[in-house]
Every structure is written in structure tokens, then in C-alpha cells.
């Protein structure tokens, strides 16, 4: 019934099997990829009919994680798999980014590209093993796919490079880095790193292409053996339309990409456009398409020639120039922490708000319940680039959110020294090129004026490369036109010492590690020229929390002391938050978190859970109250909820007949410890008056 086909190969002592002809077999390529106990299961379907009315190569990749994966039912009301969760976002960019490159420009078909993990054993990541799977699928369907690609983690543990390590050993290492693509070059690049230097992290990149090049070897094996016949793909013959374009419109666009204003500039080419969408209006062989696809190659062709035979950039900068930056703090007067943060036409608002460790994110995955001390939220508004459009948050914001979290995260003190939650936003208000490093930068100026001890400042910058033949040039800073003109966008950021956060995305087929190399080393120089900018704003942090920053404290209380600060039901704790106005939070090692809006709350809070758990001391005098009569004696509350007895013989310096006689329930008195009695404290108030 089944014909199946089956590879397998061993990398870093795990074995890796794909197999394909048994599972959806009606897709036009599906892949059953296992590591351990993780399997996923990756199908790819291409329309075999092109749409004529899209200019631009409708590629869909949906990573999904299902619950039964992990032998987990979904949590919150409706029990099933609904919208993706940020953490699957993220991996569908990631498998995403090395495939598009590798499809021919005139290749318009619609593809949809479904990894899906069916079983995870909480070690082996999926993230890879999913880009692996998607690159086979891709490679038996006969779809014109320039690849295959391979991918691999790095890890660096103890000065050494580890190929693929597991969750466990990623928690001791000092970077976190996927890489992705072909046996010749690298298409993607994505980390975290802990301050590696421009050569630790090139070496790294380099331990993972070859890592993964075997990989590449299994897939084309599989794909000689199964692969689909290839697809017929049209190539329409526009050199007319290109010629005609070149007459017509060169002058024009070279005058449009002279002019420094980015407004001013797109005016003129949205003019030009508009002309030459006229001259073909009546031409029925051409469609307004095609038209569009020659003059963007003409705009690319006059730019780029102009980088790499004048070394002339659009706004006149030199190759290694960044754009004038302007930094500003406490912008705002009731946040936390503010900042403002402009470099050319790119700018930023960056704001740091603190809170307790009840703001923290819960976040249910396949590995349970976790929770973050750590949110960045990045918000791309339609009229930072002069334009109308849909407000919302897509996988551009969560994607460029989330490699600004990568940038920051290092920098971070730790929970035990600095206990609050941290939560930024950056609001982009103008964009002309790498909102993401302004987010990066102007996040590290926002929590150094919000008082947070960060370890060291950190400052982004994006690389850009045009490359024809064996000729390149390397862009620091690049703008917009230059991103979408050029073949690589490659963000560094980190440290003037280190780089905590690298991502690179190529649009050719792949770089040398040469261009790399150049492209670090001149990003460095970048970096390091940005945080003297932002240094002139504010260099350090702020010496303690601002005035409207919750006043937080930590004491850590005997474990056997938790029931008592919490009390009956939540009974105490809540007399606690009630009287003082602070929010208490009690964890399970017995660190009790105390915040507060002002310093007044919070002490207030703090002694009476200082009184709650306070040990009595022998000959110590304490304040008490009566709380209740006996023939014996009066009990008498002395230290917080702790009470102890006062015998009849230590209330007064003389016989007493009846204890009422001396005092009554509710008195305010001073007492005496004078003992211990299996765990009970003897107290005195006639020895307290001596």
C-alpha cells in the first residue's frame, strides 16, 4: 500500500531520520522528520496556476505546536489549538527566512508550508528539526526550490562550541544561535548571546554550516530517489519594456535617488511611477505587472551601481557612516523610565514600566506553565512611514520585538538582586531604516533612566550589502530604500565589549564568510560610535527607582513561617495589602516581595510581616495587648500575631486574688519575656516595670 522512502544520519550523537510516502501523500511533498522523540510533520502545497494579479512570490510558512505533542490538553476555556502563540510565530519566521530567497523571482505560485510538531519529549527542539523537514518537503515536491537548506543550533559552553545542545545545556551556555543554509553559503542567522566578540560569534556560524552540510547530503539523496517531476515555470520575455523603461525614466530616478529627504523622494518616484504606468495604460500585451517589475529593477540597478563603481549611498553618506542621532530621557513625566531616540529619519519612543512579580507573563507551551519577568513590545504604526493602514500586531512586530528582547536580555540584572518586572514598548514614530535597533537602543536608555542597574549599555545597528559578481559594499546604518534594494539585512547589536544579539536575513543565494567578517568588524566600529552617542543622554542609570516606580523590597522569612504570613484562607495576607496599600507576594523558598507605591506603604508592610514572623527574645521588653482573661493568668499579644502567657504571679509585685484585678481584655501593657515552655513563651508585665 505504501512505497516509503527513508534516510537517516547521525549529528552530535543524535539521529536524525526523514521519511516520506506513508503520511499525506496527496500533498505535493510531506516529510515525517524525528529526533529523539520529537517528530514533526511537514507538508508543502503549491497552486499549479499563477495569480496575475499579485507582484510578489505569495509564500505562507505556519509552524504549529500541537498539545497532544506533549500529552498536555490546551488550557482557558475552548480546549483546542486556536490563533498561534508568539513562540510559533517566531519559529514560522525562522523557517521562512532561508526558504523565500531560494524560489525564482518569476516563480508567483501560492505556497503553503505546514511544519506541525506531532510529538516533542521536551529535548530534542522542534525549531530545527522543523526547517530540516520543511527543506526535504520542499525538495521531493518538484517545486523550482534552489535549495536544499540545513540548519543547526550552537551552543558555546565552557569555551567550546556544541553542535544542536539541548534545552538543559542551553541554560549554562553563552549563546544561543540558529543558522540556515545551503551547502555553499548561509542564508539565516539568528542569536543570543552573552557578550561574544565579532570572531567567537563568525566561528560559530561557521561550527554550524558545518554541522548541517551532511544534513543537505540526506535530503538530496531522498529527492534523487522520490522527487516529483519538476514544474514548468513561465519566464515572460520583457526586454522591451525594459528598454523603453531605460530610455524614458533613467534621468528622473537617478535625480529622485540624489535627493536626501526621504519624503521629498518618494514623491518624485511615485511620480515616475504614475508615468509609466500611462505610457503601457493602452498596451493589452503588457500588463501594469509586468511594468511595475522592470522599473523596480531599473530603480535597483541605478542604486546599486552607484554604491558599488562611486561608492555613493542615496543620502551621500560614506559606506561606514551612520545617520546623526539625537538621544533624549525622561520625556515623559509620570512612566517609569522614557526615552527618545532619533537617527536620521528612524525614530523611536521607548518607555520601561516596572512592576511586581504579578505582572509577569504566563505562558502556557508545550513544556507547561511558564512565566516572564522580561516583555518587549514593539508597535510599527502605518504613519511612521506617511502611510494608512492596519493597526494590530503582526509577525513583523512580534518578530522585531522579540530579536530587541534578544539584544536587552543579557544586560538584565538578575531577579534576586533587582526583583521587579520589566515591560517595554517601543512606539515607532518615524521609520526610515532598522526600527528595531532604534527599539534596541533606545530600550537600554529607557531602563537606565527608569534606575534599573543594567550591566552595560547596548546599541544596535543594521548592515546592509549590494554584492554583483565577485564586487561588493558593505552599508552600515542602511536606510529603507537600501534594505529593500540591497541583498542583505544583517542586525548587530550588543555591547562596546560584546555582541548580545546577531540576525541576519540574505535575499541572494548566500554569503561569504569574508563579506561576513567585514560586515561585523564594520558594525562594531558603528556600535560603538552609537553608544558615545547615547552616552551623551545618560551613561549610567539612574541612582534608584523614579518617584512614581512601585518602591519594592524583598525579606526572605523561615519556610515555616509562610502559613503564617498568609494565614487562614489568605486571611492575613489580605489584612496586610488592606492596611498598608502595598502588594505582597509570598513564593515558595520563603522570599516574601513587598511593593508600594510609597515608601510609607511599603514600611508599613514590612513591619507588620517583620512582627508576623519576628522571634521572641529572652529579657526582651515588647508592647502587648490583653487578648483574653483565665483564673491563671491573661494572654497577651506581644509580637505581631504571637502570644504568650502572663501567669497570675508575674502581674503585679504583690499577691493578686483575681487577675481582672490587675488587668482586662484590650489593656495595652508591657511585658517581659522571662521563658520558654515547649514552644510557648512565658511573659512577665511585673518584671517588665522594673
Known sequence: ????????????????????????????????????????????????????????????????????????????????????????????????????????????????????????????????????????????????????????????????????????????????????????????????????????????????????????????????????????????????????????????????????????????????????????????????????????????????????KNKNRIDGRGLSDVRQIKCEVGILPRVHGSALFTRGETQAIVTTTLGTSDDEQRIESLEGLQRERFMLHYNFPPFSVGETGRIGTGRREIGHGKLAWRAINSSLPTKESFPYTFRIVSEITESNGSSSMATVCGSSLALMDAGVPIKEPVAGIAMGLIKEGEDFSVLSDILGDEDHLGDMDFKVAGTKDGITSLQMDIKITGITFEIMEQALNQAKDGRVHILNEMNKAIDKSRDGVGKHTPKMEKITVDKKDIATVIGKGGATIREIVEKSGAKVDVNDEGVVTVAAPDEDSRNKAMQMIKDLTAKAELNKIYNGKVMKIMEFGAFVNFLGKQDGLVHISELADKRVAKVTDVVKEGDEVKVKVIGFDRGKVKLSIKQAAV
Open 1 to 308: 500500500m505504501f512505497k516509503i522512502f527513508k534516510k537517516e544520519i547521525e549529528v552530535n550523537s543524535k539521529k536524525i531520520i526523514l521519511e516520506t510516502g506513508k503520511i499525506a501523500r496527496q500533498a505535493d511533498g510531506a516529510i515525517i522528520a524525528t529526533c529523539g522523540e520529537t517528530v514533526v510533520l511537514a507538508t508543502v502545497v503549491g497552486a499549479k496556476k499563477v495569480n496575475p494579479d499579485i507582484d510578489y512570490f505569495p509564500l505562507s510558512v505556519n509552524y504549529q505546536e500541537k498539545y497532544y505533542a506533549a500529552g498536555k490538553i490546551p488550557g482557558g476555556y475552548f480546549k483546542r489549538e486556536a490563533r498561534p502563540t508568539e513562540s510559533e510565530t517566531l519559529i514560522s519566521r525562522l523557517i521562512d527566512r532561508p526558504i523565500r530567497p531560494l524560489f525564482p523571482d518569476e516563480f508567483r505560485n501560492e505556497v503553503q508550508l505546514l511544519p506541525t510538531v506531532i510529538s516533542y519529549d521536551k529535548e530534542n527542539e522542534a525549531d530545527i528539526l522543523s526547517i530540516i523537514a520543511s527543506s526535504a518537503a520542499l525538495a521531493i515536491s518538484g517545486m523550482p526550490f534552489m535549495g536544499p537548506v540545513g540548519a543547526s543550533r550552537v551552543g558555546f559552553i565552557g569555551e567550546k562550541y556544541v553542535l544542536n545542545p539541548s534545552k538543559k545545556e542551553l541554560e549554562n551556555s553563552k549563546l544561543d544561535l540558529v543558522v540556515a543554509g545551503t551547502k555553499d553559503a548561509v542564508l539565516m542567522v539568528e542569536s543570543e548571546a552573552k557578550g561574544l566578540t565579532e570572531q567567537q560569534m563568525l566561528d560559530a556560524v561557521k561550527f554550524g554550516h558545518e554541522g548541517f552540510v551532511p544534513i543537505i547530503k540526506m535530503i538530496e539523496e531522498l529527492a534523487k530517489e522520490c522527487k516529483k517531476a519538476d514544474w514548468v515555470v513561465d519566464k515572460r520575455d520583457l526586454s522591451e519594456v525594459k528598454k523603453k523603461l531605460d530610455s524614458e525614466f533613467t534621468k528622473d530616478l537617478k535625480k529622485a535617488f540624489s535627493i536626501k529627504d526621504k519624503k521629498e523622494r518618494s514623491n518624485l518616484i511615485s511620480e515616475v511611477t504614475e508615468k509609466a504606468k500611462k505610457l503601457y495604460e493602452e498596451d493589452e500585451k503588457y500588463s501594469e505587472l509586468d511594468v511595475m517589475h522592470e522599473l523596480k529593477n531599473l530603480e535597483k540597478g541605478i542604486v546599486r551601481t552607484d554604491i558599488l
